[in-house]
């Protein structure tokens, strides 16, 4: 028995469709590679315990790299993969496309 035709992109969107997932995904790909407090601080109002799931889950499919460097104290940091980076000109898609929904040229600011 074959898979349906759409279950590639039904895998897709529910691994990156979970709540602050997308968002998440946008700060690291505007932002660049970020320590945890940092990205926490970019992603306001995200508890410690969700993002810490999220990016564990990202980095399981391996959308999101965690770097550790065994300083005092450790530091770790969160960046795209390269299959993370695949999902860049879709979400500048979706931010310009929130820019002109909602007519917010702040939005439309960060989408550059």
Same mark, same amino acid.
């Given at each position: 028995?074959?898979?349906?035709?759409?279950?590639?992109?039904?895998?897709?969107?529910?691994?990156?469709?979970?709540?602050?997932?997308?968002?998440?995904?946008?700060?690291?790909? #505007?932002?660049?590679?970020?320590?945890?407090?940092?990205?926490?601080? +970019?992603?306001?109002?995200?508890?410690?315990?969700?993002?810490?799931?999220?990016?564990?889950?990202?980095?399981?499919?391996?959308?999101?790299?965690?770097?550790?460097?065994? #300083?005092?104290?450790?530091?770790?940091?969160?960046?795209? #993969?390269?299959?993370?980076?695949?999902?860049?000109?879709?979400?500048?898609?979706?931010?310009?496309?929130?820019?002109?929904?909602?007519?917010? +040229?702040?939005?439309?600011?960060?989408? #550059?």
């Amino acid at each position: 028995m074959t898979e349906p035709e759409s279950a590639p992109l039904e895998k897709l969107l529910n691994q990156i469709s979970g709540q602050w997932t997308m968002y998440i995904l946008w700060v690291l790909d #505007t932002k660049g590679a970020l320590r945890f407090g940092e990205l926490r601080r +970019k992603v306001d109002g995200i508890s410690p315990k969700v993002l810490t799931e999220r990016l564990r889950m990202l980095e399981a499919i391996g959308i999101v790299r965690r770097d550790y460097e065994p #300083t005092i104290p450790p530091q770790v940091t969160y960046q795209l #993969t390269d299959r993370g980076k695949d999902l860049s000109e879709p979400l500048y898609h979706l931010c310009d496309l929130a820019s002109r929904w909602y007519g917010d +040229k702040s939005i439309e600011d960060r989408c #550059t």
